[in-house]
């Protein structure tokens, strides 16, 4: 059961019809603890808290990925995704121009790392709910 919720997920996130907080709560509550994406592949990797992964493939186009990372340029693609004036869709296309070639979710650690090409990261940790 838990997968196929994941899949629906992954689709709509990429679709850009939700947010990224709706999209970590619904992982959280069918047992993801952490996924990692790859640009590169085209493909996102979901780890359960019962030691299994399940791997969905990327049906929007990443675009290119920069050659150099660019982190203020990563931080702006955040910022957007974080205050929802930048959807799924959008993010993915300006995080590639930034130089991202992953990123690893830890979604019950509160925090993401992005990698660039040549071992860059930036991590960031999950904005604090509001009062």
Wanted: proline share 5%; hydrophobic share 40%; net charge neutral.
């Amino acid at each position: 059961m838990s997968k196929h919720v994941i899949d629906e997920l992954a689709i709509a996130t990429q679709q850009g019809k939700m947010t990224f907080p709706q999209v970590v709560q619904g992982l959280l509550e069918v047992g993801v603890e952490s996924y990692l994406v790859d640009f590169a592949v085209k493909q996102k990797t979901h780890y359960l808290a019962d030691g299994t992964a399940h791997t969905v493939p990327m049906i929007l186009d990443p675009g290119p990925i920069a050659a150099e990372f660019d982190n203020a340029g990563l931080v702006a693609a955040i910022r957007g995704a974080q205050a929802d004036t930048v959807r799924y869709p959008e993010f993915v296309k300006r995080s590639t121009s930034a130089g991202v070639i992953g990123y690893w979710a830890f979604l019950t650690g509160r925090r993401v790392i992005y990698f660039g090409r040549k071992g860059e990261q930036h991590i960031e940790e999950f904005p604090r709910p509001k009062a």
